[in-house]
């Protein structure tokens, strides 16, 4: 064999090896995303932490929204500046928590407006995702249906 062929198969070994390292890492971060039905749930909103049950409406709305907007998630890949505007905690139809969602409504974070993080409640997978004003308008309904109070920019 020549020193020109052997060259080339072996950089076509390492161009296929690297390729297929690379995709092994990555591909568990490209699975798509998927959502449980939710049967109930809590709202917890704002610096004072105020808390109430979401309602059955509200619930619906949660699980349209899921079906409307499974694609977009990715991984988490930045560290966010707060924990949130607001924290739902979604139940399945057991009664066992089944996602948290964190929202940012602009009231922490003006450049994370309109962002979700959906997380198992464990912690293991953390997916995000910034939306339209329009696609995130069911869930900042939610959270500026009752009055709370803000904080005040520092």
């Known amino acids: ?22 995709w092994k890492v990555a591909l568990p971060n490209l699975k798509p995303v998927s959502f449980p039905q939710v049967a109930s749930g809590s709202l917890d909103v704002g ?5 109430r049950a979401l309602s059955q409406d509200e619930v619906k709305a949660v699980n349209d929204w899921f079906k409307d ?20 905690v979604l139940n399945d139809a057991q009664g ?11 009231i922490s974070a003006a450049d994370w407006n309109s962002t979700v993080f959906v997380e198992n409640p464990d912690g293991s997978q953390v997916h995000y995702r910034s939306f339209s004003n329009k696609e995130f308008a069911p869930l900042r309904m939610m959270v500026d249906r009752y009055p709370y109070k803000r904080s005040s920019f520092p």
């Open 96 to 106: 066992k928590e089944a996602l948290v969602l964190t929202l940012w409504t602009g």
């Open 1 to 22: 064999m020549r020193k020109e062929t052997a060259f080339i198969i072996g950089f076509f070994i390492f161009t296929l090896s690297t390729a297929a390292l690379i």
């Open 69 to 88: 907007n499974k694609g977009g998630w990715g991984p988490l890949t930045r560290t966010p500046p707060s924990s949130g505007d607001a924290r739902m």
């Open 47 to 51: 610096p004072m932490h105020r808390t």
